[in-house]
């Protein structure tokens, strides 16, 4: 689950816009029955009435270090997914591209280092990559890198289809926690890198005639990338290449808009 939010207060009333991700893995096997996968994607906007008088301020909730200054951003993720599909036969048909986004929240916590314009910034966000799909009729076929089915197949076995309207779709998310290393080159402009680490969750779903079939990793690994920005006003617009290892890494370009509290 992850969930991301901020409140606003008006007098006695909060307000709160949220975005919220819920993720339930397949249970295991309990008196027969089993709890299925599904995710669960909420956006929605809370109004809290204030009854205790002697509440902190919202304002005084982010009191992390000293002059602290926080960032909340939406980035738009278009992602390509390593599935190790290949040779696609008959009217099989391969996409590994897709579009996703991001939740990104952040913090700055080095301002300058002897006079040289250098920043440092603590980044969390959570990601949601675009799917891979792979679809085809009875007799197409594909050749697998051997990930597929938790490695049931070698590397470069060719698998067919027995069933029309088959599909093979790959879903990936993950939380992730790094820093981003600025270099200011202009008064509105900055370079920047990107490292961290990231639990990454993936599932491989088959389906063919009704029948489903869900395979689930996970996992931690390092993602890194590098960027360029333009702020002004509080606003910041951005562009980066990453690049986030898991069971099938995905590679992004990204485009943000994050606003400097």
Same mark, same amino acid.
């Given at each position: 689950?992850?969930?991301?939010?901020?409140?606003?207060?008006?007098?006695?009333?909060?307000?709160?816009?949220?975005?919220?991700?819920?993720?339930?893995?397949?249970?295991?096997?309990?008196?027969?029955?089993?709890?299925?996968?599904?995710?669960?994607?909420?956006?929605?906007?809370?109004?809290?009435?204030?009854?205790?008088?002697?509440?902190?301020?919202?304002?005084?909730?982010?009191?992390?270090?000293?002059?602290?200054?926080?960032?909340?951003?939406?980035?738009?993720?278009?992602?390509?997914?390593?599935?190790?599909?290949?040779?696609?036969?008959?009217?099989?048909?391969? =996409?590994? #591209?897709?579009? +996703?986004?991001? %939740?990104?929240? &952040?913090?700055?916590?080095?301002?300058?280092? /002897? @006079?040289?314009?250098?920043?440092?910034?603590?980044?969390?966000?959570?990601?949601?990559?675009?799917?891979?799909?792979?679809?085809?009729?009875?007799?197409?076929s594909f050749i697998t890198d051997g990930r597929y089915a938790k490695k049931t197949y070698t590397n470069g076995t060719r698998l067919t289809w027995a069933n029309n309207d088959s599909a093979?779709?790959?879903?990936?998310?993950?939380?992730?926690?790094?820093?981003?290393?600025?270099?200011?080159?202009?008064?509105?402009?900055?370079?920047?890198?990107?490292?961290g680490l990231h639990r990454w969750d993936q599932s491989e779903i088959t389906s063919y005639s009704g029948s489903?079939? =869900?395979? #689930?990793?996970? +996992?931690?690994? %390092?993602?890194? &990338?590098?960027?360029?920005?333009?702020?002004? /006003? @509080?606003?910041?617009?951005?562009?980066?290449?990453?690049?986030?290892?898991?069971?099938?890494?995905?590679?992004?370009?990204?485009?943000?808009?994050?606003?400097?509290?």
């Amino acid at each position: 689950m992850w969930k991301v939010s901020h409140e606003s207060q008006h007098g006695n009333f909060i307000f709160e816009p949220y975005y919220e991700f819920l993720r339930v893995e397949t249970s295991s096997l309990v008196d027969g029955y089993v709890e299925p996968y599904n995710v669960t994607n909420e956006i929605g906007f809370r109004i809290k009435k204030e009854f205790n008088s002697k509440r902190a301020p919202v304002s005084d909730y982010k009191k992390i270090i000293t002059d602290d200054q926080f960032y909340f951003g939406f980035q738009l993720l278009m992602s390509e997914i390593d599935s190790g599909w290949s040779s696609p036969a008959g009217n099989t048909k391969i =996409n590994e #591209e897709n579009d +996703g986004f991001s %939740i990104v929240s &952040g913090m700055n916590i080095v301002n300058g280092i /002897k @006079g040289l314009p250098f920043r440092l910034y603590f980044e969390v966000a959570f990601n949601q990559f675009g799917d891979a799909t792979l679809r085809g009729n009875a007799n197409d076929s594909f050749i697998t890198d051997g990930r597929y089915a938790k490695k049931t197949y070698t590397n470069g076995t060719r698998l067919t289809w027995a069933n029309n309207d088959s599909a093979l779709v790959i879903e990936s998310y993950s939380t992730s926690l790094g820093v981003k290393p600025s270099f200011k080159i202009l008064d509105t402009l900055s370079i920047y890198t990107n490292l961290g680490l990231h639990r990454w969750d993936q599932s491989e779903i088959t389906s063919y005639s009704g029948s489903v079939t =869900n395979y #689930e990793y996970k +996992g931690t690994d %390092i993602y890194y &990338g590098i960027g360029a920005g333009y702020h002004d /006003k @509080g606003f910041s617009v951005e562009i980066e290449y990453l690049e986030h290892e898991m069971y099938y890494d995905a590679k992004s370009l990204t485009g943000a808009l994050k606003y400097n509290f």
